[in-house]
């Protein structure tokens, strides 16, 4: 079991910069691929995927909407993952959630095993 808890959301304006953490619980989070993924609420939207990291960091991957200008990195030694953004743009208005799961395979897909409750990001105009 792992336990995943967002912080860092908040309001920002356009063109500003914010950074999401997310705290994971248990001894294996080494083991964990971990995302960041987002959902717009009222919007009919999906979950979409915002980006991935490996377990050693070794390897990224990114939304082409948000590559460029955010970064996702990790601290296996503290547990945490965390997603800087700037750039920040109306349309990164979300809530953002961080996940987990074993496999590398297919980052981008919404199917991860752990989820955290989100923190929302807002993005004035």
């Known amino acids: 079991q792992v336990q995943l808890v967002e912080s860092g959301g908040g309001l920002v304006q356009t063109g500003g910069s914010l950074r999401l953490s997310c705290a994971a619980s248990?001894?294996?989070?080494?083991?964990?691929?971990m995302g960041w993924f987002r959902q717009a609420p009222g919007t009919g939207k999906e979950r979409e995927f915002v980006a991935a990291i490996s377990w050693s960091g070794g390897s990224t991957d990114y939304a082409d909407s948000v590559k460029g200008r955010f970064t996702i990195s990790r601290n296996n030694a503290k547990n945490t993952v965390s997603l800087q953004m700037s750039s920040l743009k109306p349309e990164d208005t979300a809530v953002y959630y961080c996940a987990a799961r074993r496999s590398w395979s297919t980052p981008r897909v919404n199917d991860y095993d752990y989820w955290g409750q989100g923190t929302q990001v807002t993005v004035s105009s």
């Open positions: 248990g001894r294996t989070f080494s083991s964990y691929v």
